[in-house]
């Protein structure tokens, strides 16, 4: 049974930082396509950051790089996003998506809300 399940979301104040986690099960971690995802209310998801081979390629949206970093614990099975320099425009709900073996894979999103 595939588990892909978020961690990590919360409250933070513009500038301050929060990092996220996934924890998955089920398939194979350590050659899947990793990636987050995030939607604001009113808006479509959107491809925040990718983790792209086992080489660990890595790939951002242009409104993130430099700001967050996605990594990978293969031992645990765990995907990251350390997202630092927070802005309003981060506030949104977090998806963790796998592709492995042509099956894609989605967690049930965690929420990020940046505000004073």
């Known amino acids: 049974q595939v588990q892909v399940v978020e961690s990590g979301g919360g409250l933070v104040q513009p500038g301050g930082s929060l990092r996220l986690s996934c924890a998955t099960s089920g398939f194979d971690f350590w050659r899947a396509v990793m990636m987050w995802y995030r939607q604001a209310p009113g808006k479509g998801r959107e491809l925040v950051a990718a983790?792209?081979?086992?080489?660990?390629?890595?790939n951002y949206a242009d409104s993130v790089k430099g700001r967050f970093a996605i990594s990978r614990d293969l031992d645990k099975n765990l995907l990251y996003l350390q997202m630092n320099s927070l802005k309003p425009e981060d506030t949104a709900v977090y998806y963790c998506?796998?592709?492995?073996?042509?099956?894609?894979?989605w967690g049930q999103g965690t929420q990020v809300t940046v505000s004073s």
């Open positions: 983790l792209t081979s086992t080489a660990g390629g890595t």
């Open positions: 998506h796998a592709r492995d073996g042509g099956k894609d894979y």
